[in-house]
């Protein structure tokens, strides 16, 4: 997908802020079973089309409302995803701001994901 300049901007100046993590390296902290909230923020519709084994929905419109009703505490840890990284860490700035301490962007998204030919839902 093509974005413009002023989106790839705000998303980069997003990113300065947020840690990213691969998607090589949420599947193995999947697999090791460990505690994390792994969100999808995507769209609804994007989301019934097919998502990442083990993880919630919670759409970007949303997120920012209804996140204590995902975590627990401000320092829940959590793996957010979009389409293709953009819109996550856009989210995980977000979410910071609301003092959350331990928010994580899946770089890449649920692209990268199925690329990796990882298991969905």
Same mark, same amino acid.
């Given at each position: 997908?093509?974005?413009?300049? *002023? $989106?790839?901007?705000? !998303?980069?100046?997003?990113k300065s802020r947020v840690r990213?993590?691969?998607?090589? %390296?949420?599947? /193995? #902290?999947?697999?090791? &079973?460990?505690? $994390?909230? $792994?969100?999808?923020?995507?769209?609804?519709?994007?989301? *019934? #089309?097919?998502? @990442? @084994?083990? /993880?919630?929905?919670?759409?970007?419109?949303?997120?920012?409302?209804?996140?204590?009703? $995902?975590?627990?505490? #401000?320092?829940?840890?959590?793996?957010?995803? !979009? &389409?293709?990284?953009?819109?996550? /860490?856009?989210a995980a700035d977000n979410l %910071? #701001?609301? &003092?959350?301490?331990?928010?994580?962007?899946? /770089?890449? &998204?649920?692209?990268?994901?199925?690329? @990796?030919?990882?298991?969905?839902?």
């Open positions: 997908m093509i974005h413009s300049i *002023e $989106f790839e901007q705000i !998303c980069d100046d997003a990213e993590i691969t998607v090589a %390296q949420t599947k /193995a #902290k999947l697999d090791a &079973g460990e505690s $994390f909230l $792994f969100l999808d923020i995507r769209e609804d519709h994007e989301w *019934e #089309k097919g998502h @990442a @084994a083990g /993880a919630s929905h919670l759409g970007r419109g949303i997120l920012e409302r209804d996140i204590h009703q $995902f975590a627990s505490t #401000k320092d829940t840890e959590m793996v957010l995803y !979009c &389409g293709g990284g953009y819109r996550s /860490a856009l %910071q #701001k609301m &003092g959350y301490t331990n928010v994580l962007s899946m /770089a890449g &998204g649920i692209k990268a994901w199925r690329d @990796a030919e990882y298991p969905e839902e």
